[in-house]
């Protein structure tokens, strides 16, 4: 059974940090890029980040270019979302999803982790 | 970046009958060189992530019944819902992945009326 669970969120600061983790289990993580998306309290979907399987490509939403980062270890079938610079814009929920190998959309999501950025 | 649009923004349909949700993109999302449409339905239900429906603009993801079905081709594409449940109460979503950044509707909400 396919199971993505995110941690790491909580409440941040404006101008400061915080890690999100996914650990995938069920499915061969070296075969499925990996991506972000976040939805905002009582609003719509925005995809924020992804990552190629091989790891060797990123990409990024023009709103958090520059501030966030995303990876994975493939020793612990992990990825990562390293947002810096947090405004309060970011707060949301963030669910981590494996993308189809077939097509370049995302099949299965986590449960969400929820980011609040407020002073 | 492509512009979804989705209407109606909210619907309201007795048990039983049909549920017609309609997505808008602001470009084709038809790939010529392999005539695939970029397209794919999501439904969200309250404190849940969302759940792939269609991808390729009518490929049922596995398990999704069959009372639910998806068209459309270029800019123009509809959800139905042939027979409305109680359990399909929801958020529905189209999303483009044609181009990057990837985007989505912003969602119609079908209730039971």
């Known amino acids: 059974e396919v199971q993505l669970v995110e941690s790491g969120g909580g409440l941040a600061q404006p101008g400061g940090s915080l890690r999100l983790s996914c650990t995938a289990s069920g499915f061969t993580f070296t075969t499925h890029a990996m991506t972000w998306v976040r939805q905002a309290p009582g609003k719509g979907l925005q995809w924020v980040s992804a990552?190629?399987?091989?790891?060797?490509?990123?990409y990024y939403a023009d709103s958090v270019k520059g501030r966030f980062t995303i990876s994975r270890d493939y020793s612990k079938n992990t990825v990562y979302l390293q947002m810096n610079s947090l405004r309060a814009e970011d707060t949301a929920v963030y669910y981590c999803?494996?993308?189809?190998?077939?097509?370049?959309?995302?099949?299965?999501w986590g449960q969400g982790t929820l980011v609040t950025v407020s002073s | 970046d492509i512009v979804m649009t989705q209407s109606p923004d909210s619907l309201a349909v007795s048990l039983g009958e049909r549920a017609t949700i309609n997505c808008k993109s602001s470009q084709s999302v038809l790939y010529s060189s392999n005539n695939k449409n970029y397209l794919a339905w999501y439904q969200q239900k309250p404190g849940q992530p969302p759940k792939l429906l269609f991808y390729w603009a009518s490929t049922r993801e596995s398990g999704v019944p069959d009372r639910f079905s998806a068209s459309g081709s270029g800019t123009d594409f509809t959800l139905t819902i042939s027979s409305l449940q109680a359990e399909d109460v929801a958020v529905y979503y189209c999303?483009?992945?044609?181009?990057?950044?990837?985007?989505f509707g912003q969602g119609t909400k079908l209730e039971i009326k």
């Open positions: 990552i190629s399987n091989t790891g060797s490509s990123t």
């Open positions: 999803a494996r993308v189809l190998t077939t097509a370049n959309t995302p099949d299965y």
């Open positions: 999303q483009q992945y044609y181009n990057t950044p990837p985007t």
